[in-house]
């Protein structure tokens, strides 16, 4: 199953087109907030499945904080992280992960991609489509490829 991750696009999700091209469609695309309200124009875009979380610069109700999603007998906790600290550090992400059964935990907020393991919790964060904040300043995505009985395969890809 490969299962796109994207953040922060902050109502430019025709960026996504540029993903979408490269990488083909995916089984599933999570969306870690700082949507902008695109819910609807991101959903167009999508023949999968499609999960979003609320961030900070999101002001619909109808967004989760957090969610978490079940695929291929692994579980992905996932939130904007705005509320988690993770502008500080990923300890409260990943124990929040912990605490619900998840093998990956997913941010964003920071627009700064990070893959790291932490409290045996693979953490991720995409990074920013539109408004990369790291070195070099290139929009980037994550792929996570999952399999029953196998170790997810998670990787940060840039535009």
């Excluded at 990488?23 to 999968?48: A, K, S, T, V």
């Excluded at 900070?56 to 996932?78: C, K």
């Excluded at 993770?86 to 992960?97: G, H, Q, R, W």
């Excluded at 605490?99 to 990956?104: E, L, Q, S």
């Amino acid at each position: 199953m490969k299962i796109i991750v994207i953040s922060d696009t902050h109502g430019h999700i025709e960026t996504l087109d540029d993903v979408l091209e490269k990488e083909g469609m995916p089984d599933l695309l999570l969306h870690c907030g700082d949507i902008c309200g695109d819910e609807d124009r991101l959903r167009q875009r999508l023949i999968c499945p499609c999960r979003m979380v609320g961030g900070n610069m999101d002001f619909s109700w109808q967004l989760p904080t957090d969610d978490i999603v079940e695929a291929e007998g692994h579980r992905i906790f996932f939130a904007h992280g705005h509320r988690l600290g993770v502008n500080f550090d990923t300890a409260t992400l990943a124990e929040e992960a912990a605490v619900c059964d998840a093998d990956i935990a997913l941010y964003g907020h920071t627009h700064v991609p990070d893959i790291h393991r932490e409290q045996g919790v693979t953490v991720m964060n995409p990074g920013s489509l539109c408004f990369p904040r790291q070195a070099g300043r290139r929009k980037s995505y994550g792929v996570i490829e999952l399999a029953p009985d196998r170790e997810p395969e998670c990787e940060i890809r840039y535009l």
